[in-house]
């Protein structure tokens, strides 16, 4: 039997961001995707990121809100300035 | 990646769906190409104009595979256009499909039916319940595009903590026993033009008000209704949709009520007392930047975020529709 694959779509035509070829400067980010627990989540990690491993100190970002998806600006500008990032999705 | 996909002769339709992460859980119809074909037939020109990439996954399905999630959910042909409008209403940036999707608040895609987009839909009794298979193969067909090309599958992109009933399909038509225009109508469209609307919701809270035989009555115990702590609306905001039965609706409207009265009245009084929220609560309000109004916190930003419909058969209910918060009631008009 052939059917029509119900999963079937167009990928984007260009996926890859000039943004995120430049070369990262900073160590560790943390991006959360703004709810408190994802806060407390981020803070722990960076701690012993930096005390364990050297890295960071970690710089957090956040989402618009907790409502909506990180901004592909947000992506980009985050995959250009660090080498390493941590995603929380804490509740 | 092809659009075709050969089914094995000796393979169980229903494990085969099982085996790819397919599907709702329910049984579905396979798309065959002939099954396909037939649903796509009548489509008009510029059909596929409201397709758009859809998230998690970024992928825009073709009208093919609509279709195909269409034949899978059970639909009969000449749903298209009516799904499509609806597909294009939650891609909408208002609708905020992604954080729809992934949210851990368990809101599901309902989609209202109005004006002459309504044939062969129900908006009379039941009609949030099944009976009818337009209203119950609409919104499964919509959530079966978003959970097969937008990848919102549950467990991994969709976060829901305990998802809803809502989920498997939402989709209804308003009343044709209305005593005012329709809903669109009082979103720029001309009463009776075909139109989809949607909106990122809980499922219907019933309000049952047998007692009340005035106006005033039956809006005092819907203001009471909507007046709930655990609402995402309290805080995130958004839209909350009114559907009034038949019944409540003439009892409203013989009393000097109209849609945009009642939600004038409602923006009013459906409030909630501060000392309700717990403590930790108002904290988390405050952080949304949401604080009360004197003594008792509002529902949404203002008068103009309380829809008002009318859908339902005999009896003293009514629904409220409370919505996820981050999010629009997003009105299309069906391209036929």
């Known amino acids: 039997m052939r059917i029509v694959d119900p999963t079937y779509g167009l990928a984007p035509a260009d996926q890859e961001s000039a943004a995120v070829t430049a070369t990262p400067t900073d160590d560790l980010c943390g991006l959360s995707n703004s709810k408190p627990g994802a806060t407390v989540l981020l803070e722990t990690v960076g701690r012993r990121l930096f005390d364990d491993h050297g890295l960071g100190p970690m710089s957090v970002a956040s989402k618009p809100s907790a409502a909506a998806g990180a901004t592909p600006e947000l992506l980009d500008h985050l995959a250009a300035q660090y080498r390493l990032a941590v995603v929380a999705i804490g509740d | ?336």
């Open chain 2, 1 to 336: 990646m092809t659009e075709t996909l050969d089914v094995p002769a000796d393979a169980d339709w229903e494990d085969w769906v099982d085996d790819r992460g397919w599907g709702d859980g329910l049984p579905t119809v396979a798309p065959t190409e002939d099954r396909v074909d037939a649903m796509l037939q009548g489509l008009p020109d510029g059909a596929a104009a409201g397709l758009a990439a859809l998230p998690p996954s970024g992928l825009t399905p073709t009208l093919r595979s609509v279709a195909a999630n269409a034949v899978m959910a059970g639909c009969v042909p000449g749903m298209l256009p009516v799904l499509l409008a609806a597909l294009e209403a939650v891609s909408t940036p208002a609708y905020n499909l992604h954080g729809t999707l992934a949210t851990t608040h368990p809101c599901a895609p309902m989609v209202l039916v109005s004006g002459s987009a309504r044939a062969g839909f129900h908006g009379g009794g039941n009609c949030f319940g099944p009976g009818n298979r337009r209203n119950a193969t609409l919104g499964r067909a919509l959530s079966l595009v978003l959970l097969h090309v937008g990848g919102a599958r549950p467990g991994t992109l969709d976060r829901s903590t305990q998802g809803s009933p809502a989920k498997y399909t939402f989709s209804f038509a308003e009343s044709d026993e209305s005593p005012w225009a329709g809903l669109p109508s009082r979103r720029g469209f001309d009463d009776g033009e075909p139109v989809v609307s949607v909106m990122a919701a809980e499922p219907p809270h019933n309000v049952n008000d047998h007692g009340s035989t005035t106006g005033d009555g039956i809006l005092t115990t819907i203001a009471g209704t909507m007046a709930e702590t655990g609402s995402n609306n309290v805080y995130v905001r958004g839209p909350h949709l009114l559907v009034l039965g038949p019944e409540h609706a003439a009892t409203l409207h013989r009393d000097g009520w109209d849609p945009v009265s009642i939600r004038e009245h409602l923006w009013k009084t459906a409030r909630i007392p501060v000392e309700k929220v717990s403590p930790g609560n108002r904290e988390q309000f405050v952080e949304w930047g949401v604080k009360p109004d004197g003594d008792a916190y509002t529902v949404s930003t203002g008068p103009e975020q309380l829809h008002v419909a009318v859908a339902g058969g005999a009896g003293k209910h009514s629904a409220w529709i409370p919505s996820f918060g981050g999010t629009e009631l997003v009105s299309v008009r069906v391209r036929r």
